[in-house]
């Protein structure tokens, strides 16, 4: 049974950076295709960013592109998103999530991935 903690949430002015990290009790973090998604009060989860499995190709949510980063450390079993800019509208749980299935068209579904973390809330004020 894969686990996934995550880390590095809190609160923030509009404007700021937040670097959250996932860490993956797997060690071989680049059989996994891993990705973000985040909940906002009253709101569905939301797509936030993807990596593929075993590839460099990613993914992300159209209000995340260009501010957004995600990426892997398989020598530490992390998984990281960089959020830069960050606005009110991106306050919500954070969720790390992973899966071992190869290919792309998938990764912004929710419901394909097996594993799933707790979450970390970010908070931004404005």
């Known amino acids: ?26 060690r071989a973090v680049n ?17 936030v960013a993807a990596l593929a499995r075993s590839s460099s190709t990613t993914d992300y949510g159209d209000s995340m592109k260009g501010r957004f980063t995600i990426s892997r450390d398989s020598a530490k079993s992390m998984v990281y998103l960089q ?10 749980v954070y969720y790390c999530a992973a899966e071992q299935s190869y290919g792309t068209r998938w990764l ?19």
């Open 31 to 47: 059989d996994y295709a891993v990705a973000w998604f985040r909940q906002g009060p009253g709101q569905e989860r939301e797509f």
């Open 83 to 92: 959020m830069n800019s960050l606005k009110p509208e991106d306050t919500a």
């Open 1 to 26: 049974q894969v686990q996934l903690v995550e880390s590095g949430g809190g609160l923030v002015q509009a404007g700021d950076s937040l670097k959250l990290s996932c860490v993956v009790s797997e």
């Open 108 to 126: 912004r579904l929710a419901a394909e991935y097996a594993y799933w973390g707790q979450g970390t809330q970010v908070t931004v004020s404005s």
